[in-house]
């Protein structure tokens, strides 16, 4: 499986009706260390699985790469899904290693020295302006309760393939050293390349089925075009290591502070 994900980025199994959620968790020990969310409860009876529920703030319809708000973000994510709605609720993957390659050689050149500052507090009105408000309360609450700032390098090598993929995704808040302007049109840029249709792969759900993909060389999106209808899924990660960009350089973590916090700060 290891192998199949190193090659494909993403893979896919059907009908698993077997996995409960402890199977789930059994399952992925497997493959890594299991590692919670850092803001995020995780589900009763569970060390370490994520509900994402669309009626409690569950809809990730924004391109991103897992937590990559801390520097060591998960390596992998396994996603179950549990109930799907009938019509609608797909989730599409972007292979980020393909959108490193696609770029032109002066542009890669310039993507192996930026650094950018990714954090779990940013506008979110902005990014999300279509969100209920049940879902604005659990950002605020919940997901951003503590405020994380870390830089990574915005190219970096993969510690088991050595290939270099871009980490970009939305919880990219500004690269170091421009200004919001540039970085915005710069971001506009080399995301573009994240987002080419040949770069991409689209599921479509059924229940039981689980999606498991290498965090360090994707991003993905769930497609927010269900309504009112459940969708519930279920995610495990592993735990990853500190991105290292090509020139051996290390991603760090510069800001950790609770909401309470930042609140009294502001």
């Given amino acids: 499986i290891n192998a199949a994900l190193l090659q494909h980025k993403v893979i896919f199994f059907r009908d698993q009706d077997q996995l409960t959620d402890i199977e789930q968790e059994r399952f992925s020990k497997r493959l890594g260390n299991l590692v919670p969310h850092p803001t995020e409860h995780v589900r009763n009876g569970t060390t370490s699985i994520l509900e994402l529920d669309s009626s409690r703030g569950g809809r990730a319809d924004a391109w991103h790469t897992d937590v990559t708000f801390v520097d060591a973000y998960p390596k992998i994510s396994i996603l179950r899904g549990v109930t799907i709605p ?87 808040q500004r690269f170091v050293g421009y200004s919001k302007s540039d970085s915005e049109q710069l971001y506009a840029l080399l995301q573009s390349h994240v987002l080419r249709i040949e770069n991409t792969v689209r599921w479509r759900w059924r229940a039981n089925d689980v999606a498991i993909w290498d965090n360090r060389a994707t991003q993905h999106y769930a497609v927010n075009d269900y309504g009112d209808s459940a969708r519930v899924v279920r995610r495990t990660t592993l735990d990853g290591d500190v991105p290292v960009s090509v020139d051996g350089r290390h991603s760090v973590t510069r800001k950790k502070l609770v909401r309470d916090a930042v609140t009294r700060a502001a």
């Fill in 86 to 172: 009938e019509v609608g609720g797909d989730t599409v993957w972007s292979n980020t290693a393909a959108a490193y390659d696609s770029l032109s050689p002066a542009l890669k050149a310039t993507a192996e020295q930026l650094w950018a500052t990714h954090s779990n507090a940013y506008d979110y009105a902005a990014q999300r302006p279509h969100a209920s408000e049940a879902d604005r309360r659990h950002y605020e609450e919940v997901f951003a309760s503590t405020v994380y700032e870390t830089d990574h390098p915005v190219v970096r090598v993969h510690p088991e393939t050595g290939e270099r993929s871009l980490i970009l995704g939305s919880f990219v």
